[in-house]
């Protein structure tokens, strides 16, 4: 599945803690990368942003997790195309990755103002 946003719009993604306790979580970081025609990611491909990641409370409707966001003037930077991320947690002396989520950069039909 790829998610879609405009450029210069704020992006957010949620993260729910599925199992285990979220206090165990000691560090969470999250990049964004280019996807190249072929669907992968080198290895050695610099990240164009860096999410930022806030923890979330349980509520009646989500578990408790994370949300990762890039603000409207960092995606607005983006060029559109596809890119990919995944979510690196440390947690009680391990480390876990998500799975990657791929996303589609588009233009706007309204121009930014």
């Known amino acids: 599945m790829i998610y879609d946003y405009r450029r210069g719009s704020t992006i957010l993604i949620g993260l729910d803690a599925v199992k285990g306790d979220v206090a165990a979580v000691s560090a969470i970081t ?4 280019a996807l190249p025609p072929g669907g992968n990611v080198p290895d050695d491909a610099t990240p164009v ?11 009646p409707t989500q578990p408790a997790g994370w949300t990762l966001s890039l603000s409207a003037i960092v995606s607005q930077g983006l060029t559109p195309g596809l890119y ?9 002396g391990g480390v876990v990755f998500t799975e990657p989520l791929d996303l589609r950069i588009a233009e706007p039909i309204t121009v930014p103002q």
């Open 49 to 59: 942003a860096t999410f930022v990641i806030a923890p979330r409370a349980a509520s």
């Open 84 to 92: 990919r991320t995944d979510a690196r947690i440390e947690i009680a």
């Open 30 to 33: 999250a990049e964004l990368k």
